[in-house]
C-alpha cells in the first residue's frame, strides 16, 4: 500500500471535492481519497500493483483539474 499527497488546482467547492473523490476512488486499487480543499490537496492511497500514479494523475485531470 502507498499513500502520496498531490498538489491539485482548480478546486474550489464541495462539487470540486466530489468530483475527484469520486472519480479517482472509483480506481480499481484505490483504497482512500481524502481531499483537502482548503489546501489544494489531494490525499490517495492506494495498491501500487494494481493502479498507478500516472493514472491516478491522468483521472484527476480529466475532471478538469491540474496536478502539480
Avoid: P, R, W
Avoid at 482548480?10 to 481519497?33: R, T
Amino acid at each position: 500500500m502507498q499513500t502520496v499527497t498531490l498538489n491539485v488546482q482548480g478546486m474550489s467547492c464541495g462539487h470540486c471535492v466530489k468530483a475527484v473523490e469520486g472519480s479517482v476512488g472509483e480506481l480499481e486499487g484505490v483504497n482512500q481519497v481524502n481531499v483537502k480543499l482548503d489546501e489544494a490537496l489531494v490525499e490517495v492511497a492506494f495498491n501500487e500493483s494494481k493502479v498507478s500514479l500516472d493514472k491516478i494523475k491522468e483521472t484527476i485531470e480529466d475532471q478538469g483539474y491540474d496536478v502539480e
